[in-house]
């Protein structure tokens, strides 16, 4: 893989990391999530102390579409989908775009990326500002997706440079 004709030699194992990081802890968020759903008693691993407790920002209703959708559709809605069901989808189509060296798909990872930041600072001030909680699950995903901007960066660049692929 001689550098994917100027795409950095990195980027590919780098991506593979992040979204594959990414992935467990969206699965892990999903099961903690539905753990709880199932038996309040639960406790995930990642409960340390009242203020460090990923179930209760999992459990809170900014876990579910942002805390957003439900003033569109109802609660129960299946268009209300965990937070973390939307990390897998995320984190899935950023490890299949990253397969290609196309622009379009080169600017679909950049752009989806940024839309996963706006996120990311939107539920990171919630979970300091709202609900006074540290989740190591929750900044754990921010900083992956800060990571897979910049990677994503990265690549639009490289490719942007290419002249014989043009998507």
Excluded at 77 to 91: A, R
């Amino acid at each position: 893989m001689a550098a994917d004709q100027g795409v950095p030699r990195w980027e590919r194992r780098v991506r593979l990391i992040l979204c594959l990081l990414g992935l467990v802890l969206s699965v892990y968020a999903l099961h903690v999530e539905l753990s709880r759903e199932r038996d309040p008693a639960y406790r995930a691993m990642c409960d340390l102390g009242e203020s460090v407790s990923c179930s209760k920002v999992f459990t809170s209703r900014w876990g579910r579409g942002f805390g957003l959708v439900q003033f569109f559709v109802a609660q129960d809605s299946p268009l209300n989908q965990p937070n973390s069901l939307l990390g897998i989808v995320f984190y899935t189509l950023q490890m299949g775009l990253g397969l290609t060296l196309y622009k379009k798909a080169a600017l679909a990872l950049v752009l989806s990326s940024w839309v996963s930041i706006a996120g990311s600072l939107y539920l990171a001030s919630i979970l300091a500002f709202v609900l006074e909680d540290f989740c190591m699950v929750c900044v754990s995903t921010y900083i992956i997706n800060f990571a897979l901007l910049y990677t994503n960066l990265k690549r639009r660049k490289a490719i942007e440079g290419m002249k014989d692929k043009t998507g």
